[in-house]
């Protein structure tokens, strides 16, 4: 895939009635082995802290939960180019700072990653390049 989007409100790119099925949507799509969609899964509920959620609703998730879920679903694709809309938001001390590794992790691998966010720190620690809009 080309492109990949983590939309503002995580629950409007929702389309599967478990968490599993959400991660496997985009790679099934894409007409992967069911092996490698497997594998996919199992790797990014691990990663980003879902695996016991793997069979909830994707509904009844927390909000960083959700925000968790909605970048896992993005990263099954393999984008070249990911746009996040403020990826930190909801999540406490520990998975922050994992998620700023795992968008780190997909800038060392030759990712383009475009965050909208108004967490200093997240820029601090992932930003290359800022871009600050003001009043139109």
Known sequence: TRLGTVFQNPE??????????????????LKLARDA????????LERLRLNSLR????FTLSGGEKRRLSVATVLAT????????EPTFGQDRNTWAEMVALVANQIETGRTVVSVTHDRDYIAAAGSCELKLGAL
């Open 37 to 44: 969609i497997d594998a996919k899964v199992d790797e990014l």
């Open 12 to 29: 409007h790119q929702f389309i599967a009635s478990s968490v599993g099925a959400e991660i496997a949507a985009g790679p099934k799509a």
């Open 55 to 58: 069979e909830a609703n994707p």
């Open 78 to 85: 393999s984008p070249r180019v990911i746009f996040l809309d």
